[in-house]
């Protein structure tokens, strides 16, 4: 897995740490600015977050847990990738120390850039 982060981002680094806790191998590439990247790669505009990654010919975007991108990587659904849009509380790289968790919603980005729910967490 492919990470864009910016230099000075902490939770991007917690979400990595997440991420290889998981198996998943990374390399982290440091960009000053992602508006690039995440326009080459094709996420919606609105459904940003603070990190971009590329994995197995999709991105990921934002704090997607790591089974979500497990499941997305054994259906290979037809599609752009993950957005976990904004910073949720007590997903991955933004835990609380109360352990509270926001409910949030992984969206499925189509190849037409429209967006489905793929996943809910912490309902």
């Known amino acids: 897995m492919l990470v864009h982060k910016s230099p000075s981002c902490g939770c991007c680094s917690a979400w990595i740490d997440h991420m290889r806790a998981a198996g ?7 960009v000053d600015d992602m508006g690039p990247v995440k326009e080459s790669l094709g996420v919606p505009y609105g459904k940003g977050s603070c990190h971009t990654a590329e ?8 704090h997607v847990p ?11 659904p ?28 992984v969206e499925l980005v189509a190849r037409d850039g429209t967006t489905s729910i793929y996943a809910r967490h912490g309902e």
Do not use: H, N, T, W
């Not at 790591?66 to 290979?76: F, I, P, S």
């Open 24 to 30: 998943f191998g990374i390399e982290v590439r440091d």
């Open 55 to 62: 994995i197995g010919g999709y991105f990921i975007e934002g």
């Open 66 to 76: 790591a089974e979500d991108v497990k499941r997305l990587l054994a259906e290979k």
């Open 78 to 105: 037809d599609a752009k990738g993950l957005v976990l849009p904004g910073m949720p509380a007590g997903s991955p790289g933004m835990e609380m120390p109360d352990g509270r968790v926001q409910p949030f919603v």
